[in-house]
């Protein structure tokens, strides 16, 4: 198995420069859309040492990070809730990675991000359609990744760095247009290090992950016994390893220009008769960090010439290929299951999490709103459009909820758009509902500022009303603020309805969304890394007043979005009895509870959410059998 892994070395290079060229766009975008949140980074093998790097780089940015093997998983469920997570695989092939994917999935972390080194991994057959859940995979210009995976390693080191550089301005992410990494260790004493039986590694700052490899890769080959240790974590009491073994111990110090001073003071105190070696990483960048791992390379390298082995081609025992493939469950098995057959229990744990000191009173009103839109007639729904109907990333869910709109049209059964969109929305709806039934859909625009029939081409009208004096006052403040890259839609339209504030920096989003509390006579809502400003008098339960003037009542409607939380543009539609989140939920008892099945968010829990509905032909309307 495997392949030489000298000439894996010698591919180096041109798996540099083809990573360099790497389109990043999905990480970079993920990064900048969570950066604010707590980040889980999964790895195992070769991977852990990328999500130890990946750590780094997050610190180096502001965002609070942890790498964590795939078992370790389990210990952190009641932090997915509030956390991104990045799963890192080569392959995407072992039974890890598809459990930890699996459970990451089913417990919705605020946002998940796969980064697979290989095209059409088995784990792309897994992954869950939804507006959180990202994918990346990349093709490698070699045909297979060496038993030490150094190439998918490198691979990822690079292109997650090009991603970090895409989000910030910062020096630290800026690669070298070309490969100069190569790092010969010429030491006489060097063979007398690598053939002690232990060697302790010595490493701070930039160099932990090239070090967490190196103790992986000394392991997954049996080239020698290595004990990883920081600088100052080896004062205290790690060093007593040398007073008692020093015969049989040497050291390697792997040293960076931040830690040099507390480093050399480390060193000059060791007694001189233990055989050290000193490796002094020049840059405080990327270019460290790709250098610490050269000389990881170039030591497995040499020690594997020592052994008279080829680290690239271990014998493996039948017994270690066994316990490659066991497969694992993560968390509580039990706990899951009652998360599978009781929907209340799911409507709780996503509006609390897992344990709370009130929960019997979360699942009493939680059963208390299940009970009542379960056993309700319904003449009509209405909708949010983007992530509850619309998503670019499921196709297959989007054509399905689709056919199952005009099916309800065609049963008589009401259908209302509330948006925050404008006219494309129509445009949109008017390819994939038949034109029978464009008189019994009603859409409200711009988070309820006008409303209309789906067949009504004179709606929006931004001609009819004046722009509100508020929206002025609001560019002209933004634009003093002097924050950079912020757009505005709904400035050259002169748009009366909704003025749009978008930048890609979550900072600045929350920056500007406390500013504008100040301003009176208009409503903000959020929206991804966008702010919809509407006239005070704007309300997505304007279509359930329309309605009326249809002969409805507002108990009539089932109400369904995403975008359920206090401030979210779904917040006043959902907080209601009658009101189902398919994504994100307030913490009211009464209202916005989300009972969809574990992992399905979204268009998927809308999709789910419509199977459920059953026509009463002898009601003219309808109810929801389970959800």
């Known amino acids: 198995m495997g392949k030489n892994f000298e000439k894996e070395l010698n591919t180096l290079e041109m798996i540099y420069n083809c990573a360099l060229n790497c389109d990043t766009t999905v990480i970079s975008s993920f990064l900048e859309k969570y950066r604010e949140k707590f980040f889980l980074l999964v790895g195992s093998g070769g991977s852990y040492s990328v999500a130890v790097a990946v750590e780094y780089f997050c610190t180096r940015i502001g965002i609070l990070a942890k790498s964590i093997t795939p078992l370790e998983l389990s210990e952190y469920k009641e932090q997915l809730q509030n956390s991104a997570v990045i799963l890192f695989t080569a392959r995407g092939r072992n039974s890890d990675s ?3 994917y699996t459970y990451l999935s089913t417990l919705e972390p605020c946002g998940l991000l796969t980064v697979c080194m290989n095209i059409n991994a088995p784990i792309k057959k897994i992954q869950v359609q939804n507006i959180h859940n990202y994918y990346f995979e990349y093709s490698m210009p070699v045909l297979k990744d060496g038993y030490l995976a150094v ?10 760095s090009k991603a970090f550089s895409d989000i910030v301005k910062n020096e630290f992410f800026i690669l070298p247009k070309k490969f100069i990494f190569e790092k010969k260790i010429e030491d006489d004493n060097i063979d007398g290090i690598l053939k002690k039986e232990t060697i302790i590694i010595l490493y701070s700052g930039i160099t932990k992950s090239a070090v967490v490899d190196l103790e992986s890769k000394f392991c997954e080959v049996a080239l020698g016994n290595v004990q990883m240790v920081d600088f100052r974590n080896f004062a205290h009491g790690r060093h007593f390893w040398i007073s008692k073994r020093m015969e049989k111990t040497s050291i390697i110090a792997f040293i960076d220009n931040e830690n040099s001073k507390l480093a050399e003071k480390t060193l000059n105190l060791l007694p001189r008769e233990i055989p050290l070696k000193r490796l002094y990483i020049e840059k405080s960048n990327i270019r460290g960090v790709l250098e610490a791992f050269a000389y990881v390379f ?23 290929k066994k316990l490659y493939h066991i497969s694992s469950r993560l968390g509580d098995v039990k706990f899951g299951q009652n998360l599978k057959k009781d929907p209340v229990l799911r409507g709780v744990y996503r509006k609390t999490g897992l344990h709370i000191k009130n929960f019997d009173i979360f699942y009493q009103a939680g059963r208390i709103v299940y009970n009542k839109i379960t056993n309700h007639i319904f003449k009509g729904i209405i909708f949010d459009y983007d992530g509850t109907l619309h998503a670019n990333n499921n196709y297959e869910s989007e054509y399905k909820i689709q056919r199952k709109l005009n099916e309800l049209l065609k049963s008589n059964i009401k259908i209302g758009i509330a948006t925050g969109r404008g006219k494309s929305v129509r445009n949109e709806l008017q390819n994939v509902i038949d034109k029978r039934f464009w008189d019994q859909v009603i859409i409200e625009y711009y988070n309820g500022g006008c409303i209309g029939t789906l067949n009504d081409l004179d709606v929006p009208n931004k001609a009819i009303k004046n722009v509100p004096s508020a929206f002025n006052k609001i560019i002209e403040l933004i634009e003093e603020m002097g924050i950079e890259n912020v757009k505005f839609d709904g400035i050259e339209d002169k748009n009366p309805y909704q003025l749009t504030v978008i930048t890609e920096d979550s900072n600045e989003i929350d920056f500007i969304y406390e500013v504008l509390q100040e301003i009176s006579d208009i409503k903000i809502l959020r929206s991804g890394h966008s702010i919809d400003i509407v006239p005070v008098d704007s ?3 304007n279509i359930l007043k329309f309605l009326e003037l249809y002969g409805f009542c507002q108990a009539d409607f089932l109400r369904i979005g995403d975008s359920g939380f206090v401030g979210g543009n779904d917040f006043e539609l ?23 099945p574990l992992g399905k968010r979204n268009l998927e829990a809308t999709e789910n959410l419509l199977d459920k509905i059953i026509i009463m032909e002898d009601k003219a309307g309808f109810i929801i059998e389970g959800i």
Do not use: H, M, Q
């Open 98 to 100: 598809k459990n930890a």
């Open 151 to 160: 190439e998918s390693l490198i691979s990822a080191i690079v292109i997650l």
């Open 539 to 541: 309300s997505k339960n």
């Open 574 to 596: 959902l907080n209601s009895n009658y009101g189902i989140s398919v994504d994100l939920v307030s913490k009211s008892l009464n209202g916005c509870w989300n009972f969809a």
């Open 298 to 320: 170039e030591i497995v390298n040499l020690a594997g010439k020592l052994a008279g082995i080829d680290p690239g081609r271990p014998t493996i025992e039948e017994f270690g």
